[in-house]
């Protein structure tokens, strides 16, 4: 049997969707199937305001051009996640300050405490597979009296907020909760990522979702922010051709980032049904690798749920008891060769070239390598079957047995 690790929902819906992109609207960049995605996700949210982009990073780039982070400036974020959680900060100029992780994979608000100077400008925790960050210690961190006096203001929205800016990784946690509230309303801003391998896809894209509090008003940033995603033009292509509304301007220094509707009319198709399908498919797929994995005492489970937090069901993030890089390697080559694609989430940023080569060193993030030395990441995708499951389910345990015999 083979197993891909990760499959896109390209069904009927999906492809009849974007027949009509290609055959019936004539209009494929920006236009009525981005902002149609953007009301789903509204909705699905209880959003104030969603802009679709062509990825997470250029959202999240986005983001700190519009709070004017650039260069000598700081951003906090975890040292366990994608490189692009630092990379867009780079990208800006700016400084990721890496800080370790709890035992559930998301940033420890203690480290941030300790990171804070008076050049941060923002902190980007990540809810690692979709389950979310200590949202009410970060917003009580940025709020706290002795941590706004060491705010410096250099831009207009920085002087509106006042103090530091979280903006949620949720590259993964589209779906997520977090006190009954779902992901996208747990912080300043919210960025989801729509690419290939995320729980909802546009091929490349994300959602930047805004959630900011007084004197901000939503509607009139988001206004401002899809301007700034076109080149900083104050009319989309759509809207410039509609009958004597040639004339625009060029409102900022923006980037080009918006979503085509060829690309949100797949990821349309595939929302409207989230909450009703595939959500819920990925919530049991969870729990049979659950349900099953509790029977050995080697396997350490992902956080998924409890009475605080729900998960997206993004990643499952096996990790295995005592097991080093050499083990955990051996065990993903077995399971490799029976046909079943895995993963591992993530190589430590600090252990890969760019980053050692400006200093960071894995050394620091001592739970950070702890998490990473022994975990696999298993298939979750919509579509898997029963018969796949228990195939993946019996050649992991299989595999475990080999290296434990194997390997001394
Ligand atoms: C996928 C991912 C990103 C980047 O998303 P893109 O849409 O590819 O830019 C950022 N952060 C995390 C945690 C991710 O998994």
């Not at 019936?24 to 149609?36: D, E, F, I, M, S």
């Not at 949620?168 to 960025?191: E, N, R």
Request: proline share 5%; net charge neutral.
């Amino acid at each position: 049997m083979k197993i891909p690790f990760c499959l896109p929902v390209i069904d009927k819906e999906v492809i009849d969707e974007m027949m009509d992109t290609l055959t019936n609207t004539g209009w494929l960049t920006t236009g009525p199937k981005a902002r149609a995605l953007e009301g789903e996700i509204r909705k699905f949210t209880n959003a104030e305001a969603v802009l679709c982009v062509n990825s997470w990073t250029s959202g999240a780039m986005l983001m700190l051009r519009w709070f004017g982070v650039g260069y000598g400036d700081e951003v906090i974020i975890p040292a366990y996640t994608y490189s692009a959680t630092a990379l867009c900060v780079m990208n800006m100029g700016a400084i990721p300050v890496m800080v370790d992780v709890k035992e559930d994979f998301t940033i420890d608000p203690a480290n941030i405490i300790k990171a804070i100077t008076p050049k941060t400008k923002a902190i980007i925790p990540v809810d690692m597979g979709g389950y979310p960050c200590d949202y009410d210690k970060i917003n009580e961190i940025v709020n706290l009296d002795t941590v706004k006096s060491l705010f410096r203001v250099d831009s207009e929205n920085q002087r509106k907020l006042g103090r530091i800016l979280v903006l949620s990784d949720a590259a993964h946690s589209l779906g997520a909760t977090y006190k009954g509230l779902p992901s996208g309303k747990l912080s300043d801003v919210s960025v989801f990522s729509l690419h290939s391998v995320k729980n909802i896809t546009t091929g490349e894209g994300g959602a930047i979702v805004l959630n900011l509090p007084v004197p901000f008003d939503n509607e009139k940033e988001l206004v401002f922010l899809k301007a700034l995603s076109l080149n900083g033009q104050n009319k989309s292509a759509f809207e410039k051709n509609q009958p004597g509304a040639w004339r625009y301007d060029i409102i900022d220094q923006g980037l080009k980032v918006n979503m085509p509707d060829l690309c949100a009319s797949v990821g349309l198709a595939q929302m409207r049904r989230y909450s009703s399908k595939f959500l819920p498919e990925r919530k049991s797929i969870f729990a049979h690798y659950i349900k099953e994995f509790s029977k050995y005492e080697w396997a350490i489970l992902p956080p998924a749920k409890n009475e605080k937090v729900e998960s997206s069901y993004h990643l499952f993030l096996l990790r295995i008891k005592g097991f080093d890089e050499e083990k955990r390697d051996a065990m993903i080559q077995y399971i490799g060769e029976k046909g079943v694609g895995v993963n591992v989430h993530y190589i430590p940023m600090s252990m890969l070239s760019v980053f050692k080569s400006r200093g960071y060193n894995i050394a620091n993030y001592p739970m950070t390598y702890q998490l990473y030395e022994n975990e696999i990441t298993l298939p979750v995708y919509n579509n898997l079957t029963k018969e796949q499951l228990d195939y993946i389910l019996k050649t992991v345990i299989e595999s475990y047995k080999y290296v434990i015999t194997n390997f001394k």
